[in-house]
């Protein structure tokens, strides 16, 4: 930390938080196909479909997504036009495996009664999910290594950012649990992966949304590392507890068992 910066938290905060950002544009680059054990190198690929999908949305070659900006020293997120080809991309697959996985979601129109279908797009999300729990753990790892480095933290202090990174990692590991359990062993034995589709039609409606997401609004398991503020503190968990919830495509979500929507 500079005798600046030292003298003034406002731009030590200011600089910490630029830093976070720079972080952000380091993306995570590996092909997490099965074991994970891949070597070449991972695309940019689609979560969301692009021709069939983004398509609906598009103006100009351009979709509405959430940005990230800094406002006044304070992070914050606002809506803004990003190209069609650069949005809901992450760079979790190889070509190869990519193709593999869901050329049946990326080839043929949307068909909710294909359950084969339904069931790539919900594995698509799950992958996706992982890349970006992984991603960010790695951010907040490399910024908390920043903060020590520059002495802002001290080694084996908690901290904002360390306490990020472990809780994004354990979030990861989560996700893989899930994946592996509801999608890779069913896949790799032959069998259907046991997940539910629900559909809700939304008719005579322009479509205007498209998600491709995994999370939850309750308890993933019984055992969980407790959140923690910036100073270490455990802190009280919501225990409204509720069902796991996956969306993909415009105008269009449901629920799974762990729960499913096209």
Not at 31 to 40: F, P, R, S
Request: proline residues 5%; hydrophobic residues 35%.
């Amino acid at each position: 930390m500079s005798t600046e910066q030292a003298a003034d938290p406002q731009k030590a905060a200011n600089a910490a938080l630029g830093k976070f950002f720079e972080l952000i544009k380091q993306g995570y680059s590996r092909c997490l196909h099965y074991n994970m054990d891949c070597k070449k190198d991972a695309i940019r690929a689609h979560s969301i479909q692009n021709n069939k999908v983004l398509d609906l949305l598009q103006r100009d070659n351009h979709v509405i997504v959430p940005k990230n900006k800094i406002i006044a020293g304070k992070a914050t997120a606002e809506f803004g036009p990003l190209g069609r080809h650069q949005a809901s991309t992450f760079t979790g697959l190889c070509a190869e495996h990519d193709t593999e996985l869901f050329k049946l979601a990326d080839t043929l129109p949307l068909d909710t009664g294909n359950k084969e279908q339904l069931n790539r797009y919900a594995y698509r999300a799950g992958m996706r999910e992982m890349h970006a729990c992984v991603e960010a753990g790695g951010r907040f790892f490399a910024l908390e290594a920043e903060n020590i480095k520059k002495g802002i933290t001290k080694p084996i202090t908690p901290n904002a950012a360390g306490i990020a990174a472990l809780e994004f990692s354990m979030r990861a590991w989560r996700v893989f649990r899930y994946r592996t359990k509801y999608f890779d062993k069913p896949i790799l034995a032959g069998t259907e992966p046991p997940v539910e589709h629900h559909i809700i039609d939304l008719e005579n409606q322009t479509p205007s949304v498209a998600v491709s997401s995994l999370f939850s609004v309750g308890q993933a398991q019984k055992k969980r590392y407790p959140r923690r503020d910036a100073d270490g503190r455990a802190r009280k968990r919501n225990q409204n507890h509720g069902p796991r919830l996956l969306c993909h495509g415009p105008g269009r979500c449901g629920e799974e068992r762990p729960a499913v929507s096209v």
